[in-house]
């Protein structure tokens, strides 16, 4: 049996790396790492950076296994690919950044016209602007399909984004005219849209049949989940239990009552569950019938009839009177919510998903909002990473409905890791 090289010649090591380069392009342009334009934040571009080079490195790692022709120890493998990433997220971070200095001095013009008056508009707008793009807001009344050429300039307009429902008819003249003129046309969808993303296409005795699934949260997609679930669950059960026996000791020494909050919540299709949370309120004022009781519901009722800061089913009040000041602490943490492990574990709750609303919330439910019923209720989803303690119900529901619609274990894994950002930083927590 020949003895194992662990060093091939030069000239090999220059053929790989052309193969390697060439590789890498392609897969770098499948994954999206040329489409990171200049308003992508750091935390951004390294999400795409790590599936990147993950997948280019995974391939290489393959087709080398399958040639036979070499032999590299793991070790390499996990320096080349740690290596990698951090250069390559380096190398992004300054291009992007050389990117923003030429259009702070004007070599480089980025000009956006989104089309509405509405908040999701203004908002864009915004951050369009914190970017050095130059935007314009163009009123939809003011839109006149013969006069685009005149309203769009083409030589000077890189983006339209339309941020408000619009005719059929002028929808399909707009996409048509962007896509003449080479312009970026995106859009703002609304929730139906958004629900007839995942549609599959089959073929039935020679007719075709469109399936709308409403989330990819079926079959496969559900066993990994809850394969990812009872292993993050389990693991943060262990490693937090002294936290939340310290959490638990010190609830009780700053309110009397329990250090558990126990209520019922509906969760997937409706179900209810025992959802448990660190109790953060006087227990004579919260709801429920073990705790306060009849009084706790009435001052609950008050508070959101004089208090409430929340739009339509949202109730949301600043300087909660019902809070402990321990409370006050887990809450602006996101401490109190540990306990949902357990909900996890159990099956009930997912780690990322739609948070769990309150009955009377579902009783008050559309057709449409149901849909946040559909899969399990989450400890964590896109509403606590949104940064967007002021968004009316309509748009928190917008969230959970692209959630549903575009669940990938990596935007689980995204989220989660934004949460543990917003909780060390307290931002927009009450």
């Known amino acids: 049996m020949p003895p194992v090289g662990y060093m091939m010649p030069f000239l090999i090591y220059l053929n790989l790396i052309w193969i390697v380069a060439i590789g890498w392009l392609g897969i770098f342009a499948f994954t999206g790492m040329y489409s990171l334009g200049s308003y992508y934040t750091p935390l951004q571009v390294w999400n795409r950076t790590f599936m990147g080079v993950s997948v280019s490195l995974a391939v290489f790692i393959i087709i080398l296994f399958g040639l036979k022709e070499a032999f590299f120890s793991r070790l390499i493998a996990a320096y080349a690919w740690g290596f990698a990433v951090l250069l390559v997220w380096a190398g992004r971070l300054l291009l992007l950044g050389l990117q923003r200095w030429l ?96 549609a599959v296409t089959d073929t039935v005795m020679g007719h075709p049949l469109i399936e709308l699934r409403p989330t990819p949260l079926d079959g496969w997609g559900r066993i990994i989940k809850r394969a990812f679930d009872i292993v993050l669950s389990l693991l943060g059960l262990i490693v937090l239990a002294p936290v939340m026996w310290m959490i638990a000791l010190l609830v009780k020494l700053d309110s009397p009552g329990p250090a558990l909050y126990v209520q019922r919540r509906p969760g997937q299709f409706g179900k209810e569950f025992n959802f448990y949370k660190f109790r953060s309120m006087y227990t004579h004022l919260s709801t429920g019938g073990r705790y306060g009781g009849e009084q706790a519901e009435q001052l609950r009722d008050e508070l959101k009839r004089t208090r409430n800061e929340g739009a339509g089913l949202l109730f949301k009040v600043k300087d909660d009177p019902r809070v402990t000041r321990f409370g006050k602490f887990i809450r602006r943490t996101s401490l109190d919510e540990l306990p949902q492990l357990f909900n996890v574990l159990s099956g009930e709750m997912s780690l990322v998903g739609p948070r769990p609303p309150l009955p009377d919330e579902v009783a008050q439910y559309n057709q449409k909002q149901f849909k946040r019923l559909l899969v399990k209720p989450g400890v964590t989803g896109p509403w606590q990473v949104s940064g967007r303690s002021d968004a009316s119900f309509e748009e928190y529901l917008k969230l959970d409905m692209y959630y549903i619609e575009h669940w990938s274990l990596w935007f689980d894994i995204q989220l989660i890791l934004k949460t543990v950002w917003v909780a060390l930083t307290g931002k927009g927590a009450y």
Do not use: W
Not at 116 to 138: C, I, P, W
């Open 103 to 198: 259009k702070r001095v004007g070599v480089i013009k980025h000009q956006v016209v989104i089309i509405g008056q509405n908040h999701a508009a203004t908002e864009l707008k915004d951050f369009y602007l914190s970017r050095l793009a130059l935007v314009k807001l163009l009123p939809e009344s003011e839109l006149m399909i013969d006069r685009l050429d005149q309203l769009l300039p083409a030589d000077s307009v890189d983006e339209v984004i339309v941020a408000v429902g619009l005719t059929l008819e002028t929808n399909l003249a707009l996409i048509n005219f962007c896509e003449s003129n080479g312009i970026r046309f995106r859009y703002v969808p609304s929730l139906a849209e958004l629900y007839s993303a995942h």
